[in-house]
Nanobody, 124 residues
Framework: QVQLVDSGGGLVQAGGSLRVSCTAS????????MGWFRQAPGKEREFVAA????????SYADSVKGRFTISRDNAKNTVYLQMNSLKPEDTAVYYC?????????????????WGQGTQVTVSS
């Protein structure tokens, strides 16, 4: 089992940047594929990005490709989401998630563990 704590959210103007982090405790962090999801009010939770266990493979939603970067530091048990060129439509609660497996995956139900979420608000 692994526990995930999300942090780093906040308020930023459109065009700005923000980095959110997720720190894990419990079982060895490096055995998990990690993902970031987000959920805006009245909308379903949607995939943002995922990274393989070693960090050698990443995947992104089309809406964030070229603007967001996912990375991980297994020595620090932490996964990051660097968000650049933020838009008001990026406003949401951002959640990190962990799944047992080898490949990245965009389906929320394939992830076993979730952080508590961190609010990101982008003003226009």
């Amino acid at each position: 089992q692994v526990q995930l704590v999300d942090s780093g959210g906040g308020l930023v103007q459109a065009g700005g940047s923000l980095r959110v982090s997720c720190t894990a405790s419990g079982r060895t962090f490096s055995v998990y594929v990690m993902g970031w999801f987000r959920q805006a009010p009245g909308k379903e939770r949607e995939f943002v990005a995922a990274i393989s266990r070693t960090g050698s493979s990443t995947s992104y939603a089309d809406s964030v490709k070229g603007r967001f970067t996912i990375s991980r530091d297994n020595a620090k048990n932490t996964v990051y989401l660097q968000m650049n060129s933020l838009k008001p439509e990026d406003t949401a609660v951002y959640y990190c998630a962990a799944r047992s497996g080898v490949t990245t995956n965009s389906v929320p139900n394939s992830y076993n563990y979730w952080g508590q979420g961190t609010q990101v608000t982008v003003s226009s």
